[in-house]
Every structure is written in structure tokens, then in C-alpha cells.
């Protein structure tokens, strides 16, 4: 729900008070230098452009897994139409939490939860690239953790989450960073965990067509420059909220080292909605079976593009910006443009992402036309999906 823009303003991360004014209790921090400001405004940007580019990568063959925890969650127009409402209601339960309440106590409450998802999101982020560290003798138990509802017939899946000794290392490891992160609210642990959320979101939540695509970065837009421009709520909350929703560079690094407190951020909702996005647009890329990824590549400049015009305004007018602003005309306008160049916006606007055939998924692609009994038809249909070229060994999960 924090979609909070990066920010010229430091941000109190460590443990401090947010945006203590000078001269209340905290003494007044020096201007960063330009070479700090370059340092921390082009590491946000990387680490904005890496869970994009490899989220998209890992989205492509995530709905082929055959595990249901990795299964993504598809977004609809009607869930894409309800999240701007939905997370302006989240947005204002927080800052009226904040004004109420002691933050001391709901910053705890938050950092236990995000400790939990955090360690989780970690895992699954680094599985892959652990696995090459592995030795091949290395011996790796499969587990199942399965929760269910009901008995016989009327059974229902809760939880089915399947994971070997491997994934249990990753987890360890990850968990480390939990407690370093839990412990010392550390800018690095924040920021490890931002980009694992982020990653994962990328990876899992997959846009069911480029007009869902559109109707949600259109309402997001809305949303970020009403809460940045028409209130300071977003402000307010993205600054008490300690917990790694935002990923932070500190401005006074070369100064001050792995010590530093003065830092600029970026919120994950500015790399999440835009990355689903350039998510789409590289399955779309893939649909057309041009072995070109055009539309991505040209969302993904879009995204630099739309980021550093974020980054500039913010440095002339001295005042938090709401980055969807900027990132929103560029991702959906550069690809548009590039289709009504090429002749393709039909293709891009009737592609669906959730109607592909995936190699572990048999589809009856059309329904024959038989006359006669119930038998028959049932024959024919048979006969459609047993043709020689499509018939494969299908495991039960897969079905």
C-alpha cells in the first residue's frame, strides 16, 4: 500500500525518529555531497532495475511449475479496478495507526510480521542460485508440508508446499539476515529483504491482459499523486514505517561507511506495479514466437527512463515525488508507441496471459460438432485429445 516515491529528504531508518526536525531534540545533518547524492540516487536505480529484469525472467517459467506454492497469482480488471481503493483504505488505516498509537509498538508488531515473510521471500529468492553450489552427492530429501480441510471426498488443500534439504539451507541462511535485520534494523538487511519482496512479486503476480495492465498502473497513478501531492500521508507513513517496504541508499556513505543515516529511498510499489507490467509485456514478447523481446526491452527503458525523470524532478523542486507519475506514461506509453509502429497494438490488447498452453497442461482447443448420443460425443472428444502428438505420461500433479 506504500507506494512511497524516492526522496530527497533523509530517512530515518535506524532506529530514529522519522524526520526529526532540527533543532527538536536532533542536531541538523549536513547537505549531502554530490557525489553521495549520485552514489545513493544510481544505486536505487540498479537495485530497482534487478528485480525487474530477473523477475520477469523467473515469471516466464513460473506458471509452469508444477508445485502450488509457486503457482502465481493472477490479477484481473476487476482486482486491478478494487487495489487503488483498497490500498488508499490500508494507506490512511496506517497514518491514523500512527497518530493514535505509540510507534515504538507498532513498528515491533510490523518488524516480527515482515521478519517471518521476509525470511521466506529470501529463500525462494536465492533457491536457484544456490543450487549450482551444491555438490551432485549432496543428499537431498524431498518434504511435503500439507494442510487440509475436511475428510473423504470433500478434502480440501489448505497448504501444499513441497521442499527438499537444499531449500531448508536457504533457509538458514536467510534467516540470519532475519535476525540481522531484526536485531539492528540495518539499512543492507532492509534492503536484501526490498529486493526479495520485490523479485518475488515480479515472479508471482502475473497481469492477465495488457488492458488489466493498463486500468492498474492508471489507478495507481491517481492514487500516488494524491497521497504524495494532496496530503502528506505518504510521506508521513513511509517515513515511521520500519519495515523493508522501501529500499534505502544512504546519502553520506562515502563519509560516514555502513554507519550512515542519511538516506534516500525508493518504495517497493514504484518497482512491483510497473515490473508486472514489463513482466506481461515479456510473455507477450514470447507469444508472438519472433525470438525478439521487444516490447520488453522497450518497457524496461521506459522504466530507466521514467525513474531518472523521477529522480531530476525530485532534485529541482526539492520535495517528495510520486514516482508512478512519471513511470506510468513511460511503460505504457513507449510500448504503445512501439505497436503502432509495428502494426501489432490488436495483438498486444486481445493477448492472454492466463489462456497459454503450458507443456504440462492439456487444452481441448475447440469443441467438435457431433450428432448423435451422449456416447458419441464423448467418443469424439476422447479421440481430440488422445491425437498421437499431443499424447504425453501425465504425473498427478500435473493434472
Not at 12 to 39: K, V
Not at 113 to 134: C, D, E, K
Not at 221 to 231: A, L, M, P
Request: a neutral charge; glycine letters at 8%; aromatic letters at 12%.
Amino acid at each position: 500500500a506504500v507506494g512511497a516515491a524516492a526522496m530527497e529528504e533523509p530517512a530515518a531508518h535506524n532506529g530514529s525518529a522519522a524526520g526529526a526536525a532540527p533543532g527538536a531534540g536532533a542536531p541538523p545533518r549536513p547537505p549531502a555531497t554530490p557525489e553521495g547524492m549520485a552514489l545513493a540516487y544510481g544505486s536505487l536505480v540498479l537495485m530497482a532495475l534487478l528485480p525487474i529484469f530477473f523477475g520477469a525472467l523467473r515469471s516466464v517459467s513460473c506458471a509452469k511449475s508444477k508445485n502450488s506454492s509457486e503457482m502465481p497469482e493472477t490479477i484481473t480488471s476487476r482486482d486491478a479496478a478494487r487495489f487503488p481503493i483498497v490500498a488508499s483504505c490500508t494507506l490512511l488505516g496506517l497514518y491514523l495507526f500512527f497518530k493514535i498509537f505509540s510507534q515504538e509498538y507498532i513498528n515491533l508488531l510490523l518488524s516480527m510480521y515482515f521478519f517471518v515473510l521476509g525470511i521466506l521471500a529470501l529463500s525462494h529468492t536465492i533457491s536457484p542460485m544456490m543450487n549450482r553450489f551444491f555438490p551432485a552427492n549432496f543428499p537431498n530429501k524431498q518434504y511435503q508440508l500439507l494442510f487440509t480441510q475436511g475428510s473423504g471426498e470433500s478434502k480440501e488443500e489448505i497448504v501444499n508446499y513441497e521442499f527438499d534439504t537444499k531449500d531448508l539451507v536457504c533457509l538458514a541462511l536467510s534467516s540470519v539476515v532475519g535476525v540481522w535485520y531484526l536485531l539492528r534494523k540495518h539499512w543492507i538487511a532492509n534492503n536484501l529483504f526490498g529486493l526479495a519482496f520485490s523479485l518475488n512479486g515480479v515472479e508471482l503476480l502475473h497481469l492477465n491482459n495488457v488492458s488489466t495492465g493498463c486500468i492498474l498502473l492508471g489507478g495507481l497513478f491517481i492514487y500516488d499523486v494524491f497521497w504524495v501531492f494532496g496530503t502528506n500521508v505518504m510521506v508521513t507513513v513511509a517515513k515511521s514505517f520500519e519495515a523493508p517496504i522501501k529500499l534505502v541508499f544512504p546519502q553520506d556513505l562515502l563519509e560516514k561507511g555502513l554507519e550512515a543515516d542519511n538516506f534516500a529511498m525508493l518504495g517497493l510499489g514504484d518497482i512491483v506495479i510497473p515490473g508486472i507490467f514489463i513482466a506481461l509485456l515479456l510473455r507477450f514478447d514470447i507469444s508472438l514466437k519472433k525470438n525478439t523481446h521487444t516490447y520488453f526491452y522497450t518497457s524496461f527503458v521506459a522504466y530507466i527512463f521514467g525513474l531518472g525523470l523521477t529522480i531530476f524532478i525530485m532534485h529541482i523542486f526539492k520535495h517528495a515525488q510520486p514516482a508512478l507519475l512519471y513511470l506510468v506514461p513511460a511503460c505504457i506509453g513507449f510500448p504503445l508507441l512501439v505497436a503502432l509502429a509495428k502494426g501489432e497494438v490488436t495483438e498486444m490488447f486481445s493477448y492472454e496471459s492466463s489462456a497459454e498452453i503450458l507443456p504440462h497442461t492439456p487444452r481441448l482447443t475447440h469443441f467438435p460438432t457431433v450428432s448423435g448420443s451422449p456416447a458419441s460425443l464423448a467418443d469424439s472428444m476422447q479421440q481430440k485429445l488422445s491425437c498421437p502428438r499431443r499424447r504425453r505420461q501425465q504425473s498427478p500433479s500435473a493434472m
